[in-house]
C-alpha cells in the first residue's frame, strides 16, 4: 500500500444561546516588525465561504451570538482551532480544496463533497443559524501492523492516526472558575 492522505471533515452546528443571532469571524494575528508587538484581529464572513487556514497568522474561527456577553458585559464567543499533525492536504476535489467552510444551517446540506454547491450563490451568514465546516489531513504511511497485501489486495486497517481541533471559549466567565 502506497503513503497517502486522508481527509476527515467535521459538520460543526454551533448553536450558541439558541440557533439564531450567529456570526463567524476570521480571527488573524499578525507580529508587527521590527519589533516585539502583535495585532490581532477579527474579520467578520459576511457571507457563505471556503476558507483557507494560515498557521502563522494562527487563523481561527470565531463564533459569537450578537446577544451572548459574560457577567463583564464582553463578548462571548468561541474559537475552532486546527490541531494539525502536518499539512493541509488540497486534492482534485473541490471541497478540499479550502481548510475552513462556513454554511448556513440547511438540514439537508450534510455532505462534505457538496459544499461548493451548498455556498452557491452564498448567502448571508451575519446574525443566522450557521455551521461550520473543518478539513483536518492525516499522512498515512503504512506500516506492518495497520495490515498486509492478500493475494494482490490490501487487507488492513489504520488504527494509529490523529488530527483534530479544539473549540476555545472566550469570555465565557467574567473570572476564572479555579480561584476567588
Do not use: C
Request: glycine fraction near 8%.
Amino acid at each position: 500500500m502506497e503513503p497517502h492522505v486522508h481527509n476527515p471533515i467535521w459538520r460543526l452546528d454551533i448553536d450558541l444561546n439558541g440557533w439564531p443571532n450567529d456570526s463567524v469571524s476570521l480571527g488573524t494575528h499578525t507580529e508587527n516588525l521590527p519589533g516585539l508587538t502583535a495585532t490581532d484581529a477579527e474579520t467578520l464572513i459576511p457571507l457563505e465561504a471556503g476558507l483557507q487556514w494560515n498557521p502563522r497568522a494562527f487563523h481561527s474561527l470565531d463564533v459569537s451570538d450578537k446577544f451572548l456577553v459574560n457577567g463583564r458585559g464582553d463578548k462571548t464567543y468561541y474559537q475552532l482551532i486546527p490541531l494539525p499533525t502536518g499539512g493541509l492536504s488540497q486534492h482534485e476535489e473541490p471541497f478540499t480544496k479550502n481548510d475552513f467552510w462556513v454554511t448556513r444551517y440547511n438540514a439537508s446540506e450534510m455532505s462534505a463533497k457538496d459544499l461548493v454547491s451548498y455556498i452557491t450563490p452564498p448567502k448571508s451568514v451575519t446574525d443566522a443559524d450557521i455551521v461550520l465546516w473543518y478539513k483536518g489531513s492525516v499522512h498515512h504511511h503504512p506500516r506492518d501492523e495497520d495490515g498486509e497485501v492478500v493475494n494482490g489486495a490490501w487487507h488492513g486497517v489504520a488504527l494509529l492516526m490523529w488530527t483534530g481541533f479544539m473549540l476555545k471559549p472566550h469570555n465565557l466567565f467574567d473570572r476564572t472558575p479555579f480561584y476567588p
